[in-house]
């Protein structure tokens, strides 16, 4: 889902309406039916008061004020304004529509007035005063409007976003500042910054969208930032055929271990099973082999030889066609420790592996300060991919760069990182970065401080590699395919919402297609070989931001049910089935969470 500022989003709803042809009016109609739909969802309330302002955001509010009462609430509306006169376009025509008598608040001392106190008693209140278009500072009227919604003891909703926030804020909020204390908010047809980085609430945030079409918003953002939802498993979720069987969806060689180490093999293991892998095995020191089969039957083992300190040595990779055959990904770094030989293992099988790779861990440490030795060569690897979900400290080794400066500058840093190693990087954290080689940034919301504890970054590295390895198949051959086969029909339409210069190769195919021309066919080819690789970076790149998704909501339902302190890794994994199950529930829902 893009992230859009302030400007495109007026820009996208200016173009709705004139170049689609959807009514200002509907769109309003349904920006406030669904603020009543959310505050229902949400809260237990009867009464209900919507504070409105003058505007667009005021109009949703008297909608929403309206489908409230319909719906058997007890509703008090205050305008800030003067009289209807003072209302302004969409809003003016919805107030007529309203069938209370609103409450007219015009100077800040009517909010001394007893009906204005009493309607604020109420124990929902909806916030519809300021939108998308405020601007720092808050002032005046508004100011006091803020202020008394905070005094109030009931829930808060906010329209869009709190007012008092400025919608393309990328940083959280300081303590002191003056906004909205909402307990939920509804936001229509795309994020915006400040309701993905500011920190604005702990209740639900949720998009919904009201008429603007997808191809519109994309078009028109240009931050090239979207947020991970669960919507986004449509396109790779759906029920298993009745006669699969487990090499269909891939085999994880997780590989890594050491002396006192090796429950990070087994939790990045299971977590791969847990999230579908057909099949799993893990490849560690032979002194290590054993406690892994013990740990988890399901799991098949490969010992591998050892250095005297119990970890990978460099003789192990004399096997290494043995145990790499047949795998699809291929997870390297959990528990692997920092001793020097197995630092080189790790680089020399990082250099030779021909299959999709993800690096974790000490295997990310074993390129400390040499980021440009992750390089695929020319040509090699072109249609797999390699996948690194560094934390901040082994992003700062990566790099070479300050922790600090990693935290400060966190999606250009993950950007630079992804260009450098030619990699789709995971920067960890709160609101993980996801980012590809080819600029695309996806920011993952879910995650929680209780997962802040050793092997969370295990259980994520399995899961990144499950997902992986279920791509469907036609990946493999590139969604652009030269002959243009039906099967591949579905991934070429997602891919082209996500690719400005995918009208082109599909106008050049047609062409093709009517006339046979040899040149045409010759130019056709080129362009789609060069687009082949980009897709099928982007479509592994939508699979890691998903695998990032449930990791963080899985741990969100962990967190619910064992509590932020007490909560552990393997917790997360056991979660992994129900989050998979909200995601199943969510992508066709009205409604797109970046909070719940």
């Given at each position: 889902?893009?992230?859009?500022?302030?400007?495109?989003?007026?820009?996208?709803?200016?173009?709705?309406?004139?170049?689609?042809?959807?009514?200002?009016?509907?769109?309003?109609?349904?920006?406030?039916?669904?603020?009543?739909?959310?505050?229902?969802?949400?809260?237990?309330?009867?009464?209900?008061?919507?504070?409105?302002?003058?505007?667009?955001?005021?109009?949703?509010?008297?909608?929403?004020?309206?489908?409230?009462?319909?719906?058997?609430?007890?509703?008090?509306?205050?305008?800030?304004?003067?009289?209807?006169?003072?209302?302004?376009?969409?809003?003016?025509?919805?107030?007529?529509?309203?069938?209370?008598?609103?409450?007219?608040?015009?100077?800040?001392?009517?909010?001394?007035?007893?009906?204005?106190?009493?309607?604020?008693?109420?124990?929902?209140?909806?916030?519809?005063?300021?939108?998308?278009?405020?601007?720092?500072?808050?002032?005046?009227?508004?100011?006091?409007?803020?202020?008394?919604?905070?005094?109030?003891?009931?829930?808060?909703?906010?329209?869009?976003?709190?007012?008092?926030?400025?919608?393309?804020?990328?940083?959280?909020?300081?303590?002191?500042?003056?906004?909205?204390?909402?307990?939920?908010?509804?936001?229509?047809?795309?994020?915006?910054?400040?309701?993905?980085?500011?920190?604005?609430?702990?209740?639900?945030?949720?998009?919904?969208?009201?008429?603007?079409?997808?191809?519109?918003?994309?078009?028109?953002?240009?931050?090239?930032?979207?947020?991970?939802?669960a919507r986004d498993f449509q396109m790779f979720s759906g029920p298993r055929k009745?006669?699969?069987?487990?090499?269909?969806?891939?085999?994880?060689?997780?590989?890594?271990?050491?002396?006192?180490?090796?429950?990070?093999?087994?939790?990045?293991?299971?977590?791969?099973?847990?999230?579908?892998?057909?099949?799993?095995?893990?490849?560690?020191?032979?002194?290590?082999?054993?406690?892994?089969?013990?740990?988890?039957?399901?799991?098949?083992?490969?010992?591998?030889?050892?250095?005297?300190?119990?970890?990978?040595?460099?003789?192990?990779?004399?096997?290494?066609?043995?145990?790499?055959?047949?795998?699809?990904?291929?997870?390297?770094?959990?528990?692997?420790?920092?001793?020097?030989?197995?630092?080189?293992?790790?680089?020399?099988?990082?250099?030779?592996?021909?299959?999709?790779?993800?690096?974790?861990?000490?295997?990310?440490?074993?390129?400390?300060?040499?980021?440009?030795?992750?390089?695929?060569?020319?040509?090699?690897?072109?249609?797999?991919?390699?996948?690194?979900?560094?934390?901040?400290?082994?992003?700062?080794?990566?790099?070479?760069?300050?922790?600090?400066?990693?935290?400060?500058?966190?999606?250009?840093?993950?950007?630079?990182?992804?260009?450098?190693?030619?990699?789709?990087?995971?920067l960890k954290g709160r609101r993980t970065v996801i980012a590809s080689p080819d600029?695309?940034?996806?920011?993952?919301?879910?995650?929680?401080?209780?997962?802040?504890?050793?092997?969370?970054?295990?259980?994520?590295?399995?899961?990144?590699?499950?997902?992986?390895?279920?791509?469907?198949?036609?990946?493999?051959?590139?969604?652009?395919?030269?002959?243009?086969?039906?099967?591949?029909?579905?991934?070429?339409?997602?891919?082209?919402?996500?690719?400005?210069?995918?009208?082109?190769?599909?106008?050049?195919?047609?062409?093709?297609?009517?006339?046979?021309?040899?040149?045409?066919?010759?130019?056709?080819?080129?362009?789609?070989?060069?687009?082949?690789?980009?897709?099928?970076?982007?479509?592994?790149?939508?699979?890691?931001?998903?695998?990032?998704?449930?990791?963080?909501?899985?741990?969100?339902?962990?967190?619910?049910?064992?509590?932020?302190?007490?909560?552990?890794?393997?917790?997360?994994?056991?979660?992994?089935?129900?989050?998979?199950?909200?995601?199943?529930?969510?992508?066709?829902?009205?409604?797109?969470?970046?909070?719940?």
């Amino acid at each position: 889902m893009k992230i859009v500022t302030a400007a495109e989003m007026r820009e996208i709803d200016r173009l709705t309406t004139e170049k689609y042809g959807v009514p200002s009016l509907t769109l309003m109609e349904n920006a406030g039916n669904a603020v009543a739909e959310f505050a229902q969802k949400h809260f237990d309330f009867h009464t209900v008061c919507v504070v409105c302002g003058k505007g667009n955001n005021g109009g949703d509010g008297l909608v929403a004020a309206r489908k409230l009462l319909e719906a058997g609430k007890k509703v008090a509306v205050i305008i800030l304004a003067k009289s209807p006169g003072e209302l302004r376009g969409d809003a003016a025509v919805m107030f007529r529509k309203l069938p209370v008598t609103p409450l007219w608040v015009s100077d800040q001392a009517d909010f001394a007035k007893s009906e204005v106190q009493e309607a604020l008693k109420a124990e929902l209140i909806v916030d519809a005063v300021l939108g998308t278009g405020f601007k720092p500072p808050l002032k005046g009227l508004a100011a006091r409007a803020v202020e008394s919604i905070n005094r109030a003891e009931g829930w808060v909703v906010a329209v869009d976003l709190p007012s008092g926030v400025d919608s393309d804020l990328t940083e959280p909020l300081e303590d002191d500042e003056v906004y909205v204390r909402a307990d939920g908010v509804i936001s229509f047809t795309a994020p915006k910054p400040g309701l993905v980085f500011s920190n604005l609430t702990g209740g639900p945030i949720a998009i919904a969208e009201i008429g603007s079409p997808a191809p519109l918003v994309a078009q028109q953002s240009h931050l090239h930032q979207d947020v991970v939802t669960a919507r986004d498993f449509q396109m790779f979720s759906g029920p298993r055929k009745p006669d699969a069987h487990k090499g269909n969806f891939g085999h994880v060689l997780v590989v890594g271990g050491s002396v006192g180490k090796s429950g990070a093999v087994v939790m990045a293991g299971l977590a791969a099973l847990r999230a579908g892998a057909g099949l799993v095995t893990v490849a560690c020191p032979k002194s290590v082999q054993p406690i892994v089969a013990a740990s988890a039957p399901e799991l098949m083992t490969v010992p591998l030889e050892e250095t005297a300190e119990g970890t990978i040595a460099m003789l192990a990779l004399a096997n290494r066609d043995q145990w790499l055959e047949g795998k699809s990904v291929v997870v390297v770094g959990p528990g692997i420790s920092r001793n020097k030989e197995t630092a080189e293992f790790v680089r020399d099988l990082v250099s030779i592996c021909s299959e999709g790779l993800v690096l974790d861990a000490d295997g990310i440490n074993a390129f400390e300060g040499r980021p440009e030795d992750l390089q695929p060569e020319p040509k090699a690897r072109s249609l797999l991919m390699s996948v690194l979900t560094p934390h901040p400290g082994e992003m700062s080794r990566l790099m070479a760069i300050p922790t600090g400066q990693v935290q400060a500058n966190r999606v250009s840093t993950a950007l630079e990182a992804a260009q450098t190693t030619r990699s789709c990087v995971v920067l960890k954290g709160r609101r993980t970065v996801i980012a590809s080689p080819d600029e695309h940034v996806w920011i993952n919301t879910t995650g929680n401080p209780g997962m802040a504890k050793g092997g969370s970054g295990d259980v994520l590295s399995g899961l990144v590699a499950a997902l992986l390895a279920q791509m469907p198949s036609e990946v493999g051959v590139g969604p652009w395919d030269t002959d243009l086969e039906p099967e591949n029909e579905g991934l070429v339409h997602f891919v082209s919402k996500h690719d400005p210069e995918a009208h082109e190769i599909r106008a050049l195919a047609e062409q093709v297609r009517k006339t046979q021309d040899p040149e045409l066919r010759r130019r056709f080819q080129e362009k789609t070989e060069r687009k082949l690789q980009q897709s099928v970076m982007l479509l592994n790149c939508l699979a890691v931001s998903q695998a990032v998704y449930l990791h963080g909501l899985a741990g969100d339902l962990a967190r619910d049910r064992f509590g932020e302190r007490s909560m552990i890794a393997t917790d997360i994994t056991e979660c992994l089935g129900d989050a998979f199950a909200i995601c199943e529930e969510e992508s066709f829902s009205k409604f797109s969470y970046l909070q719940r």
